[in-house]
């Protein structure tokens, strides 16, 4: 029995922990792993603690870096005059390979979800305001979930005073869709189909 050997049992229960892995696959990845050569073990769990220690978020945009600014957010040839907002760092990555958009991001690390216990005070939103001085559009990229939704529309609000251009990315996502898991030619379509909000 596995359960009896901790070494193996262990390496199961911490892969099982994987978003999107099951016991079963956890078992294969624990055999796997013990499989591969101690090196590449080794390499694997080098990376994996370097990533978790050197990468933290932009000071500026809340975006993925291993500096105070991000490579975006210290890009000069990159627009100053738009910023997309987006609930996750990661839509980032999907965002950039539609090369769709040459602005500035900002990054909320959620999403409004009264449910969940998350309220706008929970996410990056403060941070905005102050970054917004030359700003002629908003572009509101949360996910068409009824918490992006909620989103967009609180954000929304909020801006409206300050007479900026504000849109929001609709057509072609679908409904409930996240934007981590659109494809480039949807998104790049949902980026040029944008509209007031
Ligand atoms: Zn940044």
Redesign the pocket.
Known sequence: MVENLAPIANLIDEFAKLPGIGRKTATKLAFWTIERKEQDVKNFAKHMVEAKMKITF?E????F?DEN??N??SNPKREQNAIMIVEEARDIFVIEKTGEFRGL?HVLHGAISPLDGVSPDDLNIKSLLPRLKNIEEVILATNTTIEGEATAMYISKLLKPLEIKITRIAKGIPIGGDIEYADEITLAKALEGRREF
């Open positions: 932009c500026k945009c809340g975006h870096t600014l991000c975006i957010c991001y």
